[in-house]
C-alpha cells in the first residue's frame, strides 16, 4: 500500500514535466491568440516593419526573425569550423590525458553566465572590431554573433565528438589498414559515417543561438532591422522580449500580448530544429 | 617505390612441401608485443613465404591475432602496446624511419574479422585505397582498378549491377569479399587475415576458403583462424600459437599428420582450446 | 604504369604511381597541419575565456572591495554595491533548489526504476528532453502569463525561484536517471535477493550509489540558475532595488517569517546586466565587478561538478 503510494507520488512528479509543457504552450497560445484578434496572422509574417509600441504600430515579426537568424548565423560561422575541426581533433587525435583535461574545461565555458558574455562582446569584442572595421556602430550584429558563436563551440564539439566515438573502430582500422593517413580516416570514414550526429550537434547549436538572449540584448542593439549586414544593429526575438519586459506594460494590452507572440515564434522556431536534431540522431543511431 | 628484392632471397627450409622453394617474404625475429606491463607475444620468429598461404592457429588469447597485426604495424594504432623485434618485408625493415607506414600498409594489406564495409557504395569502398594514395590518373583508370579488384574478389557478378549502392547493404559473406576486393585495390604483396570466415556462415566460409586458394597465385597471405579444417584447406604452412608463444611450425601437411610439440598434438586433436 | 590496370590479369604492376616519398611527405604534413589547427580550434574557446576572465577583471577588480559587498544600488557609480543583488541570488537560489531538487531527483527515479515501457513514459521522455532545449526566456513568459498574473504570485522571489525551478528540471531529471542507471543491476537483485521491497531497494540501495552524480546534476542545475537573467527580466525583476526582503527569522512567535518570500528583489545577473546598459562607462566598471563576483560562483560550482563526476568515474569501476 505505501509502496504503491511512493509510485503514485513520483509519477506525479515525472508528470509535473508534461504539465509545464502544457503550461508554457497553453499561455503562449492564449495570449497570442488575443494578439492575432487585433492582428491578422498573415500580416504578422508578411509586414516588413516591427514597431508596436509606436504611436502607429505595425506588427512584422520579419524584421525580429531577420535579426534572430542572422545573428545565428555569424555564431554559426564561428562556431561550425571551429567546434567540428575541435571534435574532429578530440575524437581522433588528441591522446586520452589531453581529452581528459580538454572536454572538462570546455564544459566550464558552457558555466559561464551568458550576461558576462553579453559583458565581453559590448565592451571588449565591439571595440576590437571597430579597431579593424572603421565606422562600426556600438551595438551590432557582428560581436553578437562572434561572442554566441565562442559560446556555443563547446556544444557542437562535445556533442559532435561523442557522435564520432560512436563509430565503430573497426572501420578506423580498415581504412588505416589501407594506408591512408588518420586525417584521411577522420574526414573520409569517421566523419561521414558520423554525419547525422554531426549535423545533430550543429542543429542544437542553431537553436541554441537562436533561443540566446542577454548577448543580444546587450551588443546587438534593440532596433529592429531588416538587414543583411550584419555590421548594423538589429533586435532579436528575444532582444525584444526583454526590450519589452523592462519597460512597464500594462497586462492585457497589445504591447503585453506581442511579447508571447514573438516567443511564440520562438518556441516553433526551436521546435523545428529540434524535432530536425532528434530525427538526425535517430537516422544516426539506426546505422550504428 | 618499392623495390622488390627477389634476387637471391632465402628459401623456405625443406620440407615445408607446397611452400617449398618459395622465396622467403617476411622474415620476422625475436618479435615480442607488451600492452602496458602486460607481454602478449614472446621472441617469436617466424619466416613467411612468398605466394602461399600461412595460417596461424591456436586457442583463444595466444596471440596469434597480435602477431598478425605486428606485420603491418596495426598495433601502432593501440596506445599500450609496444612492439620488440626485427620484422623484415623482402629485406626491408618495417620499423625503419625512412618507412613510412603508409607505405607499409600499402604494400600489406588486411581484411579483418568483422566485416567492416565503409558506409559508402560498394563502388567507393573499393575505389578508396587508390583514391587516398593517388595510384589512378583518370576515371577510367580507377573504374578498371575497381572492376579488376572486385573480380578478383569473386564479387563482380553479383556487384557490377549495384555498383552504387551501400556496401553495408550486402550480406555478411559478400561485404567480407568486398572487404577483400577492398585490400586488393591498393596492390599489395601480402594481405593478412584476421579470422575472416568466423562470422560468416559455411557455404560464405567456402567461398572465401576457394578465393583465399586463388588468391595466392598473386599475393602472400597469412590468416589466423581457429578453425584447424579451415587451417588444413587453405594453407600450406602452419603455425602453432600458445600462450604467446610460438610453439611449432611446418608445412600444413607435416602439422596436421606429424606434430611435433606434445601441445601442437593436444590442440589438433582436439584436447584443449 | 597505371595504365596496365587496364590489361585484365595484372593490377601488381600497376605499382602506385602516386605512391612515392614526395606524395607520402605531402599528406604527412596535411596532417601534421590539421592537428596544428584542432589544438589551435580547440584551445579557441579557452583563450576567449581568459580573455573574458582577464577583461573582466581589468575593469572590475578595483572596484571589488568590502563595501561594494554591503552597499545597494545607487545613482553614483562609486557608492554603488551588490548587497540587495548578492542576497536577492541566495534567496531566489534557495526557493529554487527546496523546490527543483526533489521534484526533479523523483522524477529521475520514477523514470528510471518504475515506469513501464508505455505510451505515457515515452510522452514523458520525449517531453522532458524537449523541455531542456526551449529557451529559458520562454521560462519568463510562463512565468509572467501563469504566476505573475494567472496565479497572482506577483514579481516576487517566490515566481522566480519557481521559474528557475522548472527552467533547472530538465537537468536535474537527465542527471539523476544518468547516474541510477549507472548502478549496477546486480545491487538492485542483491537487495531483492533477501526480500527487499522495490521502494526499500531504491531508498537503501540504488539511491546512495546515485548520490555523487545526483549531486553534480543539482551543482550543475543551480549554477545555471544562477547565472540566469532573461527569464527573470521577463518576470519583471526590478532592477533598482535599495532594500532588503523581510528577514525570514523574527523576534516574535512563531519566530519564521515567510513574507520574504513575496517581497521584490534582484538578482547578480540582472544588476549586471543593469550596469552594463547604462549610458556612459562609470557604471561599466560596477558592471565588471559584478561579473567578477557572478562568474567566480558559478565557475566554482561548475568545477566542483566536474571534478565530483570525474573523481567519480575513476572510484566507480563497477
Known amino acids: 500500500m505505501r509502496e504503491k503510494a511512493v509510485e503514485i507520488v513520483l509519477f506525479l512528479c515525472a508528470a509535473s514535466s508534461v504539465v509545464i509543457t502544457i503550461a508554457i504552450v497553453g499561455v503562449l497560445v492564449y495570449e497570442s491568440l488575443a494578439f492575432f484578434r487585433s492582428v491578422p496572422l498573415i500580416l504578422f509574417l508578411t509586414d516588413t516593419v516591427w514597431t508596436p509600441l509606436f504611436a502607429n504600430p505595425r506588427y512584422g515579426i520579419l524584421p525580429l526573425l531577420n535579426g534572430t537568424l542572422l545573428t545565428t548565423l555569424v555564431a554559426l560561422c564561428v562556431a561550425g569550423p571551429l567546434g567540428l575541426v575541435a571534435a574532429v581533433y578530440l575524437s581522433e587525435f588528441a591522446a586520452p590525458r589531453v581529452r581528459e583535461i580538454v572536454k572538462p574545461t570546455l564544459e566550464l565555458l558552457s558555466g559561464v553566465p551568458t550576461v558576462v558574455y553579453g559583458f565581453f562582446a559590448l565592451l571588449f569584442v565591439t571595440p576590437l572590431l571597430q579597431k579593424v572595421i572603421p565606422g562600426l556602430p556600438g551595438f551590432n550584429v557582428l ?18 565528438e561523442d557522435a564520432m566515438r560512436a563509430v565503430p573502430q573497426g572501420l578506423r582500422d580498415g581504412s588505416l589498414a589501407l594506408g591512408a593517413t588518420r586525417l584521411e580516416t577522420a574526414f573520409r570514414v569517421v566523419l561521414p559515417t558520423a554525419i547525422s550526429g554531426v549535423a545533430a550537434a550543429f542543429v542544437l547549436g542553431i537553436s541554441r543561438a537562436v ?44 504591447g503585453y500580448q506581442t511579447i508571447f507572440a514573438a516567443g511564440l515564434t520562438l518556441l516553433l522556431i526551436t521546435l523545428i530544429f529540434n524535432i530536425l536534431a532528434f530525427w538526425l540522431r535517430a537516422r544516426f ?3 550504428y | 617505390m618499392n623495390q622488390r628484392v627477389e634476387v637471391a632471397a632465402p628459401v623456405v627450409a625443406a620440407g615445408s612441401d607446397d611452400a617449398r622453394g618459395r622465396p622467403i617474404k617476411i622474415v620476422n625475429r625475436d618479435v615480442n608485443v607488451w600492452y602496458g606491463d602486460k607481454r602478449a607475444l614472446h621472441d617469436v620468429s617466424i619466416d613467411i613465404p612468398d605466394r602461399a598461404v600461412t595460417a596461424f592457429i591456436g586457442p583463444s588469447g595466444c596471440g596469434k591475432s597480435t602477431f598478425l597485426r605486428c606485420m603491418n604495424r596495426m598495433n601502432d594504432t593501440i596506445p599500450s602496446a609496444r612492439v620488440t623485434g626485427t620484422i623484415e618485408i623482402d ?23 568483422k566485416p567492416n564495409p565503409f558506409a559508402k557504395s560498394i563502388y567507393e569502398n573499393v575505389a578508396y585505397g587508390p583514391r587516398i594514395h593517388g595510384l589512378a590518373r583518370s576515371k577510367a583508370e580507377l573504374d578498371a582498378i575497381v572492376e579488376q579488384s572486385l573480380k578478383r574478389a569473386a564479387l563482380w557478378d553479383e556487384a557490377k549491377d549495384r555498383l552504387s549502392q551501400p556496401g553495408t547493404g550486402l550480406s555478411g559473406g559478400q561485404q567480407q569479399r568486398l572487404c577483400i576486393a577492398r585490400a586488393i585495390a591498393v596492390d599489395p604483396e601480402v594481405i593478412l587475415m584476421d579470422e575472416p570466415a568466423s562470422a560468416l556462415d559455411p557455404i560464405a566460409t567456402a567461398r572465401i576458403e576457394d578465393l583465399i586458394d586463388e588468391l595466392r597465385q598473386n599475393y602472400t597471405i597469412v590468416i589466423v583462424t581457429h578453425n584447424m579444417q579451415q ?22 601437411e607435416r602439422m596436421f599428420t606429424a606434430p611435433r610439440d606434445k601441445r601442437t598434438q593436444d590442440y589438433i586433436t582436439g584436447r584443449f582450446g | 604504369m597505371a595504365g596496365s590496370a587496364l590489361r585484365a590479369d595484372v593490377i601488381s604492376e600497376t605499382r602506385a604511381p602516386g605512391l612515392d616519398a614526395g606524395q607520402i611527405r605531402g599528406r604527412r604534413l596535411r596532417e601534421k597541419l590539421f592537428i596544428a589547427c584542432g589544438l589551435a580550434s580547440t584551445l579557441v574557446g579557452l583563450i576567449a575565456l581568459s580573455f573574458l576572465l582577464f577583461d573582466l577583471a581589468a575593469d572590475g577588480l578595483p572596484r571589488l572591495s568590502w563595501d561594494f559587498f554591503t552597499s545597494f544600488p545607487s545613482r553614483r557609480a562609486s557608492a554603488a554595491g551588490i548587497l540587495s543583488a548578492w542576497v536577492g541570488s541566495v534567496l531566489v537560489i534557495l526557493v529554487t533548489a527546496i523546490i527543483g531538487v526533489p521534484l526533479g531527483v523523483a522524477a529521475g527515479i520514477y523514470l528510471e526504476e518504475y515506469a513501464r515501457r508505455n505510451w505515457m513514459t515515452n510522452i514523458i521522455e520525449i517531453n522532458v528532453s524537449n523541455l531542456a532545449a526551449v529557451p529559458s526566456i520562454v521560462y519568463g513568459l510562463l512565468a509572467l502569463g501563469l504566476f505573475v498574473y494567472g496565479l497572482g504570485t506577483g514579481r516576487s522571489i517566490l515566481t522566480a525561484g519557481l521559474t528557475l525551478a522548472l527552467l533547472i528540471l530538465p537537468i536535474i531529471i537527465v542527471a539523476t536517471r544518468e547516474s541510477i542507471r549507472a548502478v549496477p543491476y546486480s545491487i538492485r537483485e542483491a537487495a531483492y535477493g533477501i526480500g527487499a521491497t522495490k521502494g526499500q531497494v531504491t531508498r537503501d540501495h540504488v539511491l ?12 550543475i542545475g543551480l549554477s545555471r540558475a544562477l547565472g540566469e537573467t532573461a527569464p527573470l527580466i521577463t518576470i519583471g525583476a526590478l532592477t533598482f532595488i535599495a532594500f532588503l526582503p523581510d528577514p525570514p527569522i523574527t523576534s516574535e512567535f512563531p519566530f519564521i517569517s515567510f513574507r520574504w518570500l513575496f517581497d521584490g528583489f534582484t538578482v547578480l545577473p540582472i544588476q549586471a546586466f543593469n550596469w552594463i546598459s547604462r549610458p556612459g562607462s562609470d557604471f561599466h566598471a560596477n558592471a565588471a565587478a559584478a561579473g567578477l563576483v557572478l562568474l567566480a560562483l558559478t565557475l566554482s560550482l561548475n568545477a566542483l561538478a566536474i571534478v565530483l563526476r570525474y573523481r567519480l568515474r575513476r572510484r566507480l569501476q563497477w
Not at chain 1, 216 to 245: F, K, S
Not at chain 2, 237 to 252: D, I, M, N, P, Y
Not at chain 3, 208 to 219: F, H, M, R, Y
Open chain 3, 208 to 219: 546512495p550509489a546515485a548520490i555523487p552524480g545526483v549531486l553534480t546534476g543539482i551543482i
Open chain 1, 285 to 287: 543511431r539506426e546505422a
Open chain 2, 91 to 113: 629485406g626491408q625493415d618495417i620499423h625503419d624511419r625512412s618507412l613510412d607506414v603508409v607505405q607499409l600498409r600499402a604494400r600489406v594489406g588486411m581484411v579483418f574479422q
Open chain 1, 143 to 160: 560581436s553578437a554573433g562572434i561572442v554566441m558563436g565562442i559560446m556555443i563551440i563547446p556544444y557542437i564539439a562535445s556533442l559532435s
Open chain 2, 231 to 252: 587451417a588444413a584447406r587453405v594453407s600450406q604452412r602452419t603455425a602453432f600459437f600458445h600462450l604467446g608463444k610460438l610453439v611449432e611450425e611446418a608445412s600444413t
Open chain 1, 211 to 254: 533561443g540566446e538572449t542577454m548577448v543580444v540584448a546587450i551588443a546587438a542593439g534593440q532596433q529592429p532591422n531588416l538587414t543583411l549586414d550584419p555590421r548594423e544593429p538589429a533586435a532579436t526575438i528575444t532582444a525584444y522580449i526583454v526590450q519589452v519586459a523592462l519597460g512597464d506594460l500594462p497586462h492585457g494590452s497589445i
